[in-house]
């Protein structure tokens, strides 16, 4: 597709299959339009590591944790898990949430831990929050360890950020989706790589092979999630869409 963004006649124009297609550039459209591709360029430049939360490093789309934090703060839930640490900032994040609301904890699971990451996360003034757990997050015994960890009548909130390809994903989403309670989520991170097969970064299976895909299988065998972006608490725009790295992410458990 060509895009041509025409400032001085206001315009966007989109070229594809020999058909052209002109928007009103200050419009909602032109805003999905270019958001959409700028969340291309952006992951492709790597602009998501270049954050830090409380001092560890935050592998992020700032909207993202915005989003997520209005849903935290609605679902408010006992116990937050969250499959893949890395530096821990995400970790820290949700930890933050927790303590300002006074209420749950945060359970970490990676496959490595580094040791420079484990030091700075223990060492870190909100871990008394956190628990890290090192393991394949879909090994039976890791399951169980987690399982373990969080009461029958716990409101559970389930974040899936480890290896988001659709077979692991898939995977996941068995191990955990029953934890998570009515009304709660099982968050599936970065299904955005379904568009990221043609980036220089990107790699071509992506486009069957990403997190969205694994979310499409599993909903086929449970009616009991539904996908859903959470609602805006605030909207005095006319925008309707979150611009993100996590489309068809919300798995809300009905
Ligand atoms: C995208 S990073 C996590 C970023 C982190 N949530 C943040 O926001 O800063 C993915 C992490 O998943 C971990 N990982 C990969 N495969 C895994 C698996 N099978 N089980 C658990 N963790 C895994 C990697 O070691 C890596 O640290």
Redesign the pocket.
Known sequence: MKLTIDTDAKMLILEEDGKCRKVELYSREAFEIISHQWLKVGWNQKYTYTFTWMGR????LPDDMFRIQEVIYQVKPDVII??????G??LIYYATLCKTLEKGRVIG????IRPHNREAIESHQLFPLITLIEG???SPSVVDQVKSMVKIDETVMVIL???HTRE?VLKELEAYHDLVTQGSYIVVNDGFMKYLYDVPRGKVEWKEDNPAEAVREFLERHPEFEVEQPEWLFNESELIENVTHWPDAYLRRK
């Open positions: 490093p935050i592998i992020q969250e499959t893949g640490v890395a530096h900032g995400s699971i990676d496959i490595e394949d997050s879909v950020d480890s290896c692991h």
